[in-house]
């Protein structure tokens, strides 16, 4: 995995770069949550049957401060 920040789509910001499997899993939680949310391979050319393949999480830059209070914050507080 590249430790440079993807280039986010027109209108979102990066959030989340994990195994796919995380990822459809984040996808659902935030879905679920209201928030707007895509993803795209970190590795291009990755085998696409492969669960453990780095995927990027981006998120609707109007959803991004929520999605990081639902996500992040609530774990720090369980801390």
Known sequence: MSDSTPSAPAGQRHFFTGPIIKTELLLE???????????????????PDDLGREMHVFVA???????????????????
Do not use: I, K
Not at 30 to 46: F, I, K, N, R, Y
Not at 63 to 68: L, T
């Open 61 to 79: 830059a109007e959803h991004y401060d929520r999605a990081y209070q639902l996500f992040f914050a609530e774990r720090e507080d369980e801390l």
């Open 29 to 47: 939680w935030l879905d679920q949550h209201g928030v707007t949310a895509s993803t795209a391979d970190a590795e291009p050319g990755a085998d």
